[in-house]
């Protein structure tokens, strides 16, 4: 029998240097024992710390991309990044109701970049017009903390039809990281992690990609936020240096 491994369907952009966006995604897959099948959103300008310019793919080039995919392979999660343009950001959700008819519960996590850790805006479009589309097919969203609050806070994004939202607190103060998820019952759970040294290049698609990979796996979402929070924690504490800046997370780890 030849081995098979659940896959991953990302959408995200492409980022030079190799530390966030398709690059972080496929190794973050792959360190959970998943296969990411990577469909691209945009091209962009960068290093590890700053983007100096976007280049979104045509939404037809998108759509094939992703659909040469669907047409071949079983989709046992979705993950996106960057759309790279409210066009894109519709293609997307259009495809995951695509997948959605033969598999309802296929589930999608969405980590909203609207900028680098710099500050640089990562869309064409408005950021977070660019979004709409895709928060009422979002299974888990995961976002920052300043995006969160750019995005309207957790119970604004529960009432655009998020079914979760983890909330990390990566950007702010104190020796402990906290971490809360919301979910459109009325429930709440929290992480807290010892605050590491240093600025990281690609946490955000770290954890999101390493829950939807864990998600693809067959886990729960409870299971999957744990292992994925754990695997992220791992990753950013043995982080290392390219060049001046922010740190790249060290994702080959099981």
């Given at each position: 029998?030849?081995p098979?491994?659940p896959?991953?369907?990302v959408?995200a952009?492409?980022d030079?240097?190799?530390?966030?966006?398709?690059?972080a995604?496929?190794?973050?897959i792959?360190?959970?024992?998943?296969h990411?099948?990577?469909?691209?959103?945009?091209?962009t300008?960068?290093?590890?710390d700053?983007?100096?310019?976007?280049q979104?793919?045509?939404?037809e080039?998108?759509?094939?991309?992703a659909?040469a995919?669907?047409?071949?392979?079983?989709?046992h999660?979705?993950?996106i990044?960057i759309?790279?343009s409210?066009?894109n950001?519709?293609?997307?959700?259009?495809?995951?109701?695509q997948?959605?008819q033969?598999?309802p519960d296929?589930?999608?996590v969405?980590?909203p970049?609207?900028a680098s850790?710099?500050?640089?805006v990562?869309?064409r479009?408005?950021?977070l017009?660019?979004l709409?589309?895709?928060?009422?097919?979002?299974?888990?969203?995961?976002?920052n903390?300043?995006?969160?609050?750019?995005?309207?806070?957790?119970?604004?994004?529960?009432?655009q039809?998020?079914?979760?939202?983890?909330v990390t607190?990566?950007?702010g103060a104190?020796?402990m990281?906290?971490n809360?998820?919301f979910?459109?019952?009325?429930?709440?759970?929290?992480?807290?992690?010892?605050?590491l040294?240093?600025a990281f290049?690609?946490s955000g698609?770290t954890?999101a990609s390493?829950?939807?990979a864990?998600?693809?796996?067959?886990h729960?979402?409870?299971?999957?936020l744990?292992?994925?929070?754990s695997?992220c924690?791992?990753?950013?504490?043995?982080?290392?240096a390219?060049?001046?800046?922010?740190l790249?997370?060290?994702r080959f780890?099981?």
């Amino acid at each position: 029998m030849v081995p098979t491994l659940p896959t991953v369907l990302v959408f995200a952009g492409v980022d030079p240097s190799g530390g966030a966006g398709i690059a972080a995604d496929i190794v973050a897959i792959a360190a959970q024992g998943a296969h990411a099948l990577p469909v691209v959103t945009a091209l962009t300008v960068q290093d590890n710390d700053r983007v100096f310019g976007v280049q979104p793919v045509a939404p037809e080039l998108l759509r094939r991309q992703a659909q040469a995919l669907i047409d071949k392979m079983a989709i046992h999660a979705v993950k996106i990044g960057i759309p790279g343009s409210a066009a894109n950001a519709a293609v997307i959700a259009q495809l995951v109701g695509q997948l959605r008819q033969t598999r309802p519960d296929l589930p999608v996590v969405l980590d909203p970049v609207l900028a680098s850790g710099h500050g640089d805006v990562l869309s064409r479009d408005d950021a977070l017009l660019a979004l709409a589309p895709l928060l009422p097919v979002t299974s888990v969203i995961v976002p920052n903390g300043p995006e969160a609050q750019a995005l309207g806070g957790a119970s604004r994004l529960l009432a655009q039809g998020c079914r979760h939202v983890l909330v990390t607190g990566g950007h702010g103060a104190g020796e402990m990281v906290v971490n809360r998820c919301f979910d459109s019952v009325g429930g709440e759970r929290e992480w807290r992690w010892p605050r590491l040294p240093g600025a990281f290049h690609g946490s955000g698609c770290t954890l999101a990609s390493a829950i939807a990979a864990r998600l693809a796996l067959g886990h729960t979402l409870a299971e999957a936020l744990d292992l994925a929070q754990s695997y992220c924690h791992a990753a950013l504490s043995d982080a290392y240096a390219i060049a001046p800046g922010q740190l790249m997370p060290q994702r080959f780890i099981q």
